[in-house]
């Protein structure tokens, strides 16, 4: 008994075993990740037109035996390669990066199909960008961080719910001190916005009153605030020629690697990702 299904696979790696016959690992927005033998994938250019390799996005044909948890490529047509990508020994390195974290994580299947239209469009922007970002990698893994539930609320402090913005917004807009300062709804001054607290636990922050407990914390300013804030509605291509500070490039490394550590459990060593 086996079962069999069409669907589109990036590829992340190809083994060979025995001498023709490969293992296939790659990434579906239905199935997640799979790993499948193409036997003959060495050699048949009649089922697999030479499309077994890394970083290729192929419709595949596949057989899956379930008594046996296998799966087996019948067929595979190319859609779509990154040549430029490719040829680019860093932006490979980058992409290899992203893939390794996906590989890293335990992905649902509901949050498949996500993940799989956010890694072709990292690919499409480490393929066709003109410049790359030195904090395209890091944004890409709090990307996924925050979609996996682990958003940071950086619009109000979490002790005392306190606005924490540049600028009055709504419902404090206007508002004024006996000496004429812009003041929050609190009454208090506001001044200029020079950053925040967060907290890696909880992802809230602090305002400028109230002091941070005990506990892991970062200091993110204004343009990481607001990098962040955008993480939602931002993707790749918007990632890939940003123009950043030092400081911001530092603050986001830090929080970052923190923070995914912290909430999905993985750091960077040796090359991968590992529990840490
Ligand atoms: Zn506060």
């Known amino acids: 008994m086996h079962q069999e299904w069409i669907d589109e696979g990036l590829i992340l790696k190809v083994g060979r075993f025995r001498e023709i016959d490969c293992w296939v690992r790659f990434f579906s927005p239905n199935q997640g990740l799979v790993t499948a033998m193409a036997f003959g994938g060495a050699k048949s250019r009649r089922r697999f037109c030479g499309c077994l390799d890394a970083l290729n996005s192929v419709l595949f044909k596949v057989r899956f035996f379930p008594a046996k948890g296998r799966h087996v490529l019948e067929e595979g047509t190319l859609l779509r390669g990154f040549p430029r990508l490719r040829q680019d020994a860093a932006r490979t ?80 807009q206007g508002l004024r001190s006996a000496d004429g300062h812009a003041v929050d709804r609190f009454g208090c001054k506001m001044g200029r916005f020079s950053g925040l607290t967060l907290a890696m636990e909880t992802g809230g922050v602090y305002c400028a009153h109230c002091p941070p407990v005990a506990g892991h914390q970062v200091h993110i300013g204004p343009e990481t605030r607001s990098i962040l804030s955008q993480l939602a509605s931002s993707g790749p291509r918007h990632w890939a020629d940003m123009s950043i500070s030092r400081t911001t490039r530092g603050e986001l490394f830090q929080m970052v690697d923190g923070y995914v550590r912290r909430h999905l459990g993985l750091c960077w060593r040796n090359g991968r990702f590992v529990a840490g």
């Open 93 to 172: 390195g980058l992409a290899a990066n992203c893939l390794q974290f996906v590989q890293a994580l335990r992905i649902s299947p509901e949050d498949a199909p996500a993940i799989h239209k956010l890694l072709m469009e990292t690919l499409d922007a480490l393929d066709q960008a003109e410049n790359v970002s030195s904090v395209f990698t890091q944004l890409f893994r709090a990307k996924i961080c925050f979609t996996q539930g682990y958003a940071p609320e950086l619009d109000s402090c979490m002790i005392c719910g306190r606005l924490v913005a540049e600028e009055p917004r709504s419902g404090d």
